[in-house]
């Protein structure tokens, strides 16, 4: 599924995108399911979620993890045919699993996310980062007007960048990188390096930039399950609980942020 040009789009600047990767039926039930996971209740042994709080104090879901196992039509629908597992280990070059899931609803009067490296920005307190390719599932168009992602092309091979304590990279250091946005059409999917440098802005928007993140592994580099990794999750960046303080909510990781 994959051309040689994508396949060497990849090596060369760390990111590469598969245009109308679903079709229109299916774009539309992604997002309609997409749309149900965010009226669930927050669970305190399931799925995990974070919140915000807007500018005109509402309280709007951020972030959703470890959801498919509790949302088969969503999990088959991505990966029962196992195109994007294929294409994954042709980029990589072996055999992958998959560590994690994440949904990020990005609705208007969201935050932003700083310069970082997926390598490292996961707190959960491993001795070796282990991700190697994620991919991202466009739910909504995105782009630099809302809040859509910005990349530094050619950065993936230089390893991990200076950072502070929650994964952000220094800013006289992202400062000195080359940026280009990248925009994609629903049903398009996305897949970058782990290494790759990204950032993206707060969404001032009126649309929301809804995206699912699924993040694999080389088989070949062991490390946690997928279930160790979301115990890991809850124990070190830990989500939100049935009984929370609008003004005290827990932020998703270290790289997020709200102007």
């Given at each position: 599924?994959?051309?040689?040009?994508?396949?060497?789009?990849?090596?060369?600047?760390?990111?590469?995108?598969?245009?109308?990767?679903?079709?229109?039926?299916?774009?539309?039930?992604?997002?309609?399911?997409?749309?149900?996971?965010?009226?669930?209740?927050?669970?305190?042994?399931?799925?995990?979620?974070?919140?915000?709080?807007?500018?005109?104090?509402?309280?709007?879901?951020?972030?959703?993890?470890?959801?498919?196992?509790?949302?088969?039509?969503?999990?088959?629908?991505?990966?029962?045919?196992?195109?994007?597992?294929?294409?994954?280990?042709?980029?990589?070059?072996?055999?992958?699993?998959?560590?994690?899931?994440?949904?990020?609803?990005?609705?208007?009067?969201?935050?932003?996310?700083?310069?970082?490296q997926d390598i490292y920005h996961v707190p959960h307190k491993l001795p070796d980062r282990m991700v190697h390719a994620?991919?991202?599932?466009?739910?909504?168009?995105?782009?630099?007007?809302?809040?859509?992602?910005?990349?530094?092309?050619?950065?993936?091979?230089?390893?991990?960048?200076?950072?502070?304590?929650?994964?952000?990279?220094?800013?006289?250091?992202?400062?000195?990188?080359?940026?280009?946005?990248?925009?994609?059409?629903?049903?398009?999917?996305?897949?970058?390096?782990?290494?790759?440098?990204?950032?993206?802005?707060?969404?001032?928007?009126?649309?929301?930039?809804?995206?699912?993140?699924?993040?694999?592994?080389?088989?070949?580099?062991?490390?946690?399950?997928?279930?160790?990794?979301?115990?890991?999750?809850?124990?070190?960046?830990?989500?939100?609980?049935?009984?929370?303080?609008?003004?005290?909510?827990?932020?998703?990781?270290?790289?997020?942020?709200?102007?």
């Amino acid at each position: 599924m994959l051309t040689e040009a994508q396949k060497a789009t990849w090596h060369k600047i760390g990111y590469v995108k598969l245009e109308e990767f679903f079709d229109q039926e299916n774009r539309e039930r992604l997002s309609t399911l997409v749309e149900d996971i965010s009226r669930w209740d927050i669970s305190d042994d399931k799925w995990l979620m974070w919140f915000e709080k807007t500018t005109d104090n509402r309280k709007i879901i951020s972030k959703v993890e470890n959801f498919l196992e509790f949302n088969a039509p969503l999990r088959d629908l991505m990966l029962a045919d196992h195109r994007i597992k294929s294409i994954v280990e042709s980029l990589l070059e072996e055999d992958a699993r998959m560590l994690k899931e994440l949904l990020i609803f990005k609705y208007p009067d969201s935050g932003g996310y700083r310069p970082h490296q997926d390598i490292y920005h996961v707190p959960h307190k491993l001795p070796d980062r282990m991700v190697h390719a994620i991919v991202a599932i466009a739910i909504d168009d995105s782009g630099p007007d809302n809040g859509g992602l910005f990349f530094s092309p050619a950065n993936h091979k230089k390893g991990v960048f200076p950072m502070d304590a929650g994964g952000v990279i220094y800013p006289d250091i992202a400062e000195t990188f080359a940026w280009e946005p990248v925009s994609w059409k629903a049903g398009d999917i996305f897949i970058f390096d782990d290494y790759a440098p990204h950032y993206s802005k707060p969404n001032k928007s009126e649309n929301s930039r809804r995206v699912i993140y699924l993040v694999f592994q080389r088989a070949s580099t062991g490390g946690p399950t997928r279930a160790e990794y979301n115990k890991l999750k809850r124990a070190y960046n830990p989500p939100e609980g049935k009984v929370s303080d609008i003004d005290e909510l827990k932020p998703p990781n270290g790289i997020f942020y709200r102007e």
